[in-house]
């Protein structure tokens, strides 16, 4: 995925707790990650960060898309996570060279085994449940195990030899309560083997079992009188069940079935599917489908389950429903829950569907609503300056001259609200002599216009013309004789106080400074009079080359625009040396130029200048 990619669907990742997914281009899950709030982390994955590991750059690059799961609890989302990854053992999750960038709780191989975190797994027989990508979640679920089961931390060899030497004194840990002495032989090993297996459970999940043990543990307490000890282990089994209290993802009252909750509205249905395995979710997956005109809940329940139960290999023997639904072909139970931890995953499914389908019916207002800076200022222009149409596209025209020498006039053009250059068109005047930009902006109108409709393009919505109300009252005049009066609107902008004149209305409009309207406006009057003056200057230089240096015989224009790019005018080519003529050009050229201006001094009577 690239950023861009991101930006597109950024508004679609909520900001709740969950478990996002990278999915590259074959389904495969490449990395399974959990977080507080899912937008803020996922974004994290994308911009220009520079501390970001290469190795997660390749992972974003190789995804095609992102899915997501929306969860309750922040403890929720360590748990499926975990879940998933266990399942799926995504590539960028497990590091296949040494594992150092994730943690592991390990149950040792050895004799009252130890529990605790690791980042190394080795192959010696001991038991690592992760990869756990939070060492901070991570140390909640061993701190939960310690709490419930005091197991020894010692590294000592608790050999049968060694505890009966009695070669060890207990610790610390154990006179707080944490552990209950195998090294001098208080604890037997059977028992403390117990609480591992028991510890395996909470790992895998199987949640059901650890209260079963710690029930019979109880009550077989209080049958012998030792109510004390008993207290202690109905105090771990409140803690257990606070902590499990807080999770819809793992259950201890439920084993495999399928959660389907359905979101639909008038136009289109989202399908949740979460499997079940063991009490813990393994996979969630939320399906868009595609609504017939007569389709309802029920028919499109009973076509996307079965595809999804395969596309899912499930064989859940219980399907858990909002509704009573008669799903034939199918070997299994459904059920439409009331209370407990059924219901929740219900709910929780809901939810996600709900999500989808409310972030969908937000892209489709928003794509209606959307408007790009270039239609925002255009619809603003044409509130201005009460057009009929959205002026997509503008011409603007401006006159340059002189003292009435080298006129010449240009037409620019915009295109949803920028300079189209491609388009820009400069005139000669041809029919007007003496500076009258009046005469000269009716000439230019009519050509242009006149030209459009011989060669049937497209009109403009708005025409600016540069100048107040003389300019565009003769402009109008070309307007009305080519019959296009009220076919595209004419307006002229006065620079002194930037008015806004419309044909045959003497009040002018005031746009307010700040408009964006009025700056596009403003744009293309001073790039029309940027690029009529150009023209304007092109004209000027060409004429009084013309005048003077391309009149003498044997020098060509080229060498004409070589001496005056070098000497800057014509003045200082006929003062210049032949010498340093010669140096731009070559001595026979040099002598052509002198030759050339002496003899126009002697028809003037001025006595020849020494030029050597």
């Known amino acids: 995925m690239k950023t861009e990619d991101f930006k597109r669907i950024a508004d679609t990742v909520p900001r709740q707790p969950g478990v996002y997914r990278f999915i590259d281009a074959e389904d495969r899950i490449l990395y399974v990650g959990k977080a507080k709030i899912l937008r803020n982390r996922v974004a994290s994955y994308f911009g220009d960060r520079k501390d970001r590991l290469n190795r997660t750059r390749v992972m974003v690059k190789n995804a095609a898309r992102l899915e997501f799961t929306i969860v309750e609890t922040e403890a929720d989302a360590l748990l499926l996570e975990n879940a998933l990854i266990k399942t799926h053992q995504p590539r960028y999750n497990v590091n296949l060279k040494d594992d150092k960038n994730y943690s592991y709780i390990c149950i040792k191989n050895e ?27 991570l140390k909640i679920i061993l701190d939960l195990v310690k709490t419930l089961f005091p197991l020894r931390t010692c590294n000592l060899n608790l050999s049968p030899e060694n ?28 028992s403390y083997n117990e609480k591992i297996e028991q510890v395996k459970n909470i790992l895998k999940g199987n949640f059901a079992e650890v209260k079963r043990h710690f029930q019979a543990e109880m009550e077989e307490l209080a049958e012998n009188l030792e109510f004390e000890r008993a207290q202690q282990i109905a105090d771990k089994l409140k803690a257990f069940e606070k902590y499990q209290s807080k999770s819809t993802i793992v259950s201890t009252s439920i084993r495999d079935l399928d959660v389907f909750g359905l979101a639909m509205d008038e136009k289109e249905a989202y399908l949740n599917y979460i499997k079940i395995v063991n009490g813990a979710v393994i996979h969630t997956h939320t399906q868009e489908i595609e609504m017939n005109l007569d389709d309802d809940e029920e028919s499109l329940l009973s076509y996307a389950i079965p595809e999804l139960r395969e596309r899912f290999n499930s064989i859940a023997p219980e399907i858990i429903l909002a509704h009573e639904l008669d799903l034939s072909g199918i070997e299994a139970t459904v059920t439409v829950p009331k209370i407990g931890d059924k219901k929740k995953l219900l709910e929780l499914s809901e939810k996600n569907a709900k999500y989808m389908l409310l972030q969908r019916k937000k892209a489709r207002i928003s794509h209606a609503n959307r408007q790009t800076p270039a239609e925002r200022i255009l619809k603003q222009m044409q509130s ?43 005139y000669n005047i041809k029919t007007v002599v003496g500076p009258d930009d009046f005469a000269s902006m009716k000439e230019v109108v009519h050509r242009r216009y006149r030209r459009l409709m011989d060669e049937g393009e497209p009109l403009p919505q708005l025409v600016i013309i540069d100048g107040g109300k003389g300019q565009l009252s003769h402009a109008m005049e070309s307007i009305d004789l080519l019959g296009l009066r009220g076919k595209m609107t004419v ?65 060509g224009e080229k060498t004409v625009q070589k001496l005056i790019s ?3 005018s014509t003045k200082k080519v006929k003062n210049a040396l032949a010498s340093e003529i010669a140096e731009v050009t070559n001595l026979s050229t040099a002598k052509k130029v ?12 001025e006595v020849p200048k020494d030029r050597g």
């Open 163 to 190: 505890i009966a030497e009695g070669k060890f004194k207990v610790c610390l840990e154990y006179h707080i309560k944490n552990c209950e002495g195998p090294c001098v032989g208080e604890e037997s090993e059977e």
């Open 491 to 555: 307006v002229g902008i006065a620079k002194r106080l930037e008015e806004i004149y419309f044909p045959d209305d003497p009040v002018p409009l005031h746009i307010n400074k700040k408009s964006e309207s009025l700056r596009i406006i403003q744009q293309a009057r001073d790039e029309a009079h940027r690029f009529s003056l150009r023209h304007h200057r092109n004209k000027r230089s060409k004429g009084m080359i013309q005048t003077e240096l391309t009149n003498i015989p044997g020098v």
């Open 111 to 137: 004799r009252f085994p130890r529990v605790f975190i690791t980042r190394q797994v080795r192959r010696d027989g001991s038991y690592y449940f992760g990869p756990y990508t939070s060492k901070g979640r």
């Open 384 to 426: 201005d300056l009460q057009m009929d149409e959205l002026p997509m596209h503008i011409e603007c025209f401006d006159n340059s001259n002189i003292q009435g020498s080298n006129p010449a006039s240009a037409c620019v053009v915009f295109k949803n609200a920028k300079p189209s250059k491609k388009d820009y068109r400069h």
């Open 566 to 568: 070098h000497f800057g």
């Open 594 to 605: 002198l030759d050339y201006f002496r003899r126009q001094e002697v028809a003037a009577g």
